[in-house]
């Protein structure tokens, strides 16, 4: 059972620490209690509240601009003679009046500019000034985040069809040029120093980001890509004084859960052998140096390969295979036992709090309630 030390409607207040609350403005009241407490505070960091806050302005906005709209209809189709500059003569000898360019027309034009550049820049008063000193981010990190796309990577390897962003770039002579620029190139066509041999595809995402400019590296800290990476003029990668926290996109239903590779069995059956397959093969594309997929098989087999260095780590032996790739293996599979397994403990509203079904009688009572509100326009009628 969870027993908060704070009472109920603390978290509606920010009252947990009242000092801190009034200094800087902001919550301090998460508590940890279970499972869900660790996933709220962990997904409240992408949580986005600039629809809430740019509601009543849009709401303003649109209503200006809907009655502006609503004025100018009523004008065209009720021409009044002030309103006239000067008259065109039509094919059938009738005098076509032309009207001076609307005020009106004007002002909703600029009032429907505002709206679009101001909507996503609409920030929240508690928020404001974290937002406004943390370059539009609402909270700080330790580190910044990295995109690792392992099944574009797959799809890559495999020659299928993957969605890719083109650019263009000038090349000598004046001419532009369009190239396919994927994160699965940067990776399979990484330059060919020495130190990008043995680098697995998550730690040179950790450690290394793409620059585009036209010119060749010459810092020590930047590298050419190899000849056959299709910006290999327009782009080179840089070393990052800081590491970054990649953010793992894997294909559904391909990483599966230990449970389904049976590991107590030395021999795969009929069962587990496309799940252990299929697992060592999203392990080495993530933890394991590359660049074809066959560098991915023993005998035609990953599960040998992922299996083989799985052997190395526990005899302590050099290996291939990433040194902390295991570690963040583990990690995925503990957060999917956690949120698979782990039932949420109990407080006591919930203990005491009877959820019933409304019948037909409670629903009329309801909607009888909701008509006998009172109406201000009634009332003003009633005063005359």
């Keep these: 059972m969870v027993l908060p030390k704070r009472p109920m409607g603390c978290q509606f207040i920010n009252a947990h620490s009242l000092p801190i609350s009034a200094v800087f403005n902001f919550n301090t009241n998460i508590s940890i209690g279970n499972v869900s407490h660790v996933y709220y505070g962990t997904l409240y960091t992408s949580k986005s509240t600039q629809e809430e806050d740019a509601e009543k302005q849009l709401r303003i906005g649109r209503g200006v601009i809907k009655r502006m709209k609503r004025l100018l209809e009523e004008k065209h189709l009720h021409p009044r003679t002030p309103g006239v ?35 996503r820049n609409v920030i929240s008063a508690t928020m404001a000034h974290l937002i406004s000193c943390n370059n539009g981010s609402r909270f700080i990190f330790s580190h910044d985040f990295s995109d690792l796309l392992v099944g574009q990577m797959e799809a890559t390897l495999e020659g299928q069809d993957i ?67 299709p910006g290999f003029k327009f782009s080179h990668l840089s070393k990052i004084k800081h590491s970054t ?37 999203m392990a080495l594309l993530m933890f394991y140096p590359f660049r074809q997929l066959k560098d991915l098989k023993v005998d035609g087999s990953y599960w040998r390969q992922f299996h083989k260095q799985l052997q190395c780590q526990l005899k302590q032996k050099h290996t291939k295979f990433w040194e902390n790739g295991f570690e963040l293996l583990q990690n995925i599979e503990d957060r999917a036992t956690l949120q698979k397994h782990v039932t949420r403990a109990r407080d006591p509203i919930t203990m005491v709090t009877i959820n019933t079904k409304p019948d037909e009688a409670t629903k009329k009572k309801q909607i009888h309630d909701v008509d006998q509100v009172a109406d201000i326009l009634e009332m003003g009628d009633q005063s005359r």
């Excluded at 041999?197 to 060749?216: A, F, L, P, Q």
Aim: charged share 30%.
């Design 245 to 281: 926290i990649p953010r793992i996109a894997l294909p559904p239903n391909k990483l599966c859960s230990m449970e389904e590779l049976e590991l107590q069995h030395d021999n795969s059956t009929e069962k587990t052998h496309d799940a252990r397959e299929m697992y060592a093969k």
């Design 85 to 119: 500059v000067g008259g065109d003569i039509s094919e059938d000898g009738t005098n076509q009046q032309r009207y001076e360019p609307s005020f009106g027309e004007g002002l909703s034009r600029l009032l429907s500019g505002l709206n679009a550049a101001t909507t």
């Design 163 to 229: 969605n890719v962003r083109i650019r263009t770039s000038k090349v000598p002579g004046g001419e532009f040029k369009c190239w396919p620029d994927s994160l699965a190139d940067d990776y399979i066509h990484r330059p060919l120093q020495e130190e990008f041999e043995n680098i697995c595809y998550y730690d040179m995402t950790s450690r290394y980001k793409k620059n585009y400019k036209s010119h060749r590296p010459t810092s020590v800290d930047t590298y050419e890509f190899s000849e056959s990476h």
